[in-house]
């Protein structure tokens, strides 16, 4: 019971709100996240679009095909990535997943190819309607560290550029 309070009194002065579930399986059921697809949840709070497409995915495709859906979410350090995490290894979906704790809009997601680090294009990218009042300018970030995907999900294929934009190679 301690955890939830805590959850409460902190998550709100942060400006986090959680996607209610019902909103993030209508979300699942529109972007409709099949087997060797790579997902993105950008805020990923404690998981719920991703679970939801998870859920999706193992209902039109079966569990046994569903374990194709390749997710990554990235959350800003603190308590809820963890419990996004946790939310993961429950649904048995921690071989094909990572959570990131990090900021979306500063930090690319990369995978090395051979020697390089090249940004990854997500198939489907979850995010929810924005609930806070306030808004968010993208604009005067500055790049952070790229977040690297882990080797333990690199035998899964993933999108490349076709054209490869010279912003597109972070160097090693």
Not at 56 to 85: D, F, K, N, W, Y
Not at 87 to 114: E, I, M, R, T, Y
Not at 124 to 140: L, Q, Y
Request: contains cysteine.
């Amino acid at each position: 019971m301690r955890f939830v309070e805590y959850g409460r009194s902190t998550r709100r002065g942060r400006g986090e709100f959680y996607t209610p579930y019902d909103l993030a399986k209508l979300i699942a059921q529109i972007t409709c996240p099949k087997p060797g697809d790579w997902l993105l949840e950008p805020a990923a709070g404690a998981g719920a679009l991703m679970l939801a497409s998870l859920e999706a995915c193992r209902e039109q495709h079966g569990v046994e095909a569903a374990h194709g859906l390749t997710m990554v979410g990235i959350e800003l350090p603190g308590m809820s990535a963890l419990v996004c995490r946790m939310n993961l290894v429950l649904a048995g979906a921690a071989q094909q997943s990572v959570v990131f704790a990090g900021n979306a809009l500063k930090q690319p997601v990369c995978a090395w190819d051979g020697d390089t680090l090249r940004t990854i294009n997500f198939d489907v990218v979850a995010a929810n309607p924005p609930f806070g009042a306030g808004t968010v300018n993208a604009r005067g970030f500055e790049p952070g560290e790229p977040l690297v995907i882990p080797r333990r999900l690199h035998n899964r294929p993933y999108s490349r550029p076709t054209e490869t934009p010279a912003d597109t190679e972070i160097a090693a």
